[in-house]
C-alpha cells in the first residue's frame, strides 16, 4: 500500500484515532473499540487514492511545473503535461542560443533527461536518438514514439542494438521508449 500521498495531517490524524480506540483510553475514539479507528484510517486512505486517480484522470497530475514552456515544440509539451499527469516534477532548462553545446530538454525529479520523438517506426533512427540524447548530457533518454507506429518489440530491438554499440553492451544512462503499446525502459 503506497501512502506517500497522503498529507502528514492525515497520517497523524489516523495514528491518533488508532491510539484513542487502545486501552489508555485517551483519543477522539474513545471506548469505540479498534475497527472504529482502523475502519476511519481505511476510509482516509482510499479517499486519498480516489483523488489521486480522478486527478490523473482529468490530466490534472500532482507535479509541477517549473520554467517557461515558450519555445518548446508541441511534442514537448505534450511530454511535459503526460509527466506532470504521472506526478513528476518537470523543471524546463532554457535553451541558451548563443551556446554551440547541447543540453537537456529538461530535469525530471532532479534528473536531466531529453526527449527525442520519433515521426516513423525506424529502427536505426531510435538508436541514434539515444545516442545524440545521451551525448547532451541526459541521464535519461525519452524517446516519444507513440505517433509513430512502433511496437513493443521494435522498441525492445532498439534498446538490445543501442546496447551493442557501448563498452560492454551498456547503454551509460536509462531509456525510456513511450509506444502506443505502452512504455519500454532500460535498465
Do not use: C, H
Amino acid at each position: 500500500m503506497m501512502i506517500s500521498s497522503l498529507k502528514w495531517s492525515q497520517i497523524v490524524a489516523g495514528i491518533g484515532m488508532v491510539t484513542g480506540s487502545m486501552k489508555s483510553g485517551k483519543g477522539p475514539y474513545k471506548g469505540r473499540g479498534t475497527s472504529a479507528a482502523l475502519d476511519k484510517v481505511k476510509q482516509t486512505i482510499r479517499d486519498a487514492k480516489a483523488k489521486r486517480e480522478q486527478a490523473s484522470k482529468s490530466g490534472k497530475g500532482t507535479g509541477k511545473i517549473t520554467g517557461s514552456l515558450n519555445g518548446l515544440t508541441d511534442a514537448e509539451k505534450t511530454v511535459v503535461n503526460d509527466l506532470t499527469a504521472r506526478g513528476k516534477n518537470v523543471e524546463i532548462i532554457p535553451k541558451d542560443p548563443n551556446s554551440k553545446v547541447k543540453t537537456p530538454d529538461f530535469k525530471v525529479d532532479g534528473v536531466k533527461t531529453e526527449l527525442k520523438t520519433l515521426e516513423n517506426p525506424n529502427v536505426n533512427t531510435g538508436i541514434t536518438r539515444i545516442q545524440k540524447g545521451l551525448k547532451q548530457g541526459a541521464e535519461t533518454v525519452i524517446i516519444d514514439a507513440r505517433n509513430a507506429s512502433l511496437t513493443a518489440d521494435q522498441a525492445k530491438q532498439i534498446i538490445n542494438r543501442a546496447s551493442g554499440t557501448y563498452p560492454d553492451r551498456t547503454i551509460p544512462g536509462k531509456v525510456e521508449i513511450w509506444t502506443s503499446e505502452g512504455t519500454i525502459t532500460y535498465p
